[in-house]
């Protein structure tokens, strides 16, 4: 007995040397790219213009809706002098004539006209009167109640009438038996029994 549970430990121990491993299987990231997928490749180039001279003017006279100012600008390759006039609310007309250069932007306003303000009249505020409004008594008119008339109810005394029985006639039942009995049968004893 004990040489039978000392193999079955050797035995185990065995099979524990040779038991089959196991890793996690090892994946590579799967990178797929069509035969047809075009490459491209950023590339940006700074146009640069060469300084090109301008001049440009206009003008807007809107009577409806009182717009009313000029514009005009003009340049060589590093220099830019210009001159703009506006209406403004007061009566008054701006006049901005500037000048950018390389030394920055130097402007000089002026203005044609005289600013004239509508003067302001305060106006006394009155309060509303209101007369306070004559109410009447409401004339209510007491009601008449009248005392109801009641008819005292007229009752008849039922008539009972007595029940008149009468007394059941019985007759004797005939019966009739409903079933017949035949005799026993008669049973006949084998001539000979089978041999086997």
């Known amino acids: 007995m004990k040489f039978f549970i000392i193999a079955a430990l050797v035995a185990v121990a065995a099979a524990a040397d040779y038991a089959p491993k196991y890793q996690a299987p090892k994946y590579e990231k799967a990178t797929y790219t ?22 440009f003017e206009y ?22 002098t210009g001159s ?5 609310p007061d ?7 500037y000048r950018a250069d390389k030394d920055g932007y130097n402007a000089d306003v002026k203005y044609e006209g005289e600013a004239k303000y509508p003067e302001y009249v305060e ?19 007491a009601p008449e109640y009248k005392a109801p008339a009641y008819v005292a109810p007229v009752y008849s005394a039922p008539v009972y009438k007595a029940p008149a029985y009468s007394a059941p006639a019985y007759t004797a039942p005939a019966y ?15 001539a000979a029994y089978p041999k086997y």
Do not use: C, M, W
């Open 91 to 97: 009566g008054r007309t701006q006049i901005v004539t």
């Open 34 to 55: 069509p035969a047809y997928a075009p490459k491209y490749e950023a590339k940006y180039e700074e146009v640069t213009y060469a300084p090109q001279p301008y001049s």
């Open 123 to 141: 106006k006394q505020y009155k309060a509303a009167s209101y007369p306070a409004p004559a109410y009447s008594a409401p004339a209510y008119k």
């Open 59 to 80: 003008d807007v006279q809107d009577k409806e809706s009182y717009n009313d100012f000029l514009h005009s600008e003009k340049s060589d390759y590093n220099v830019v």
């Open 176 to 190: 009739k038996p409903k079933t017949s009995y035949v005799a026993a049968p008669s049973y006949k004893a084998p």
């Open 84 to 88: 703009y006039r506006v209406a403004l």
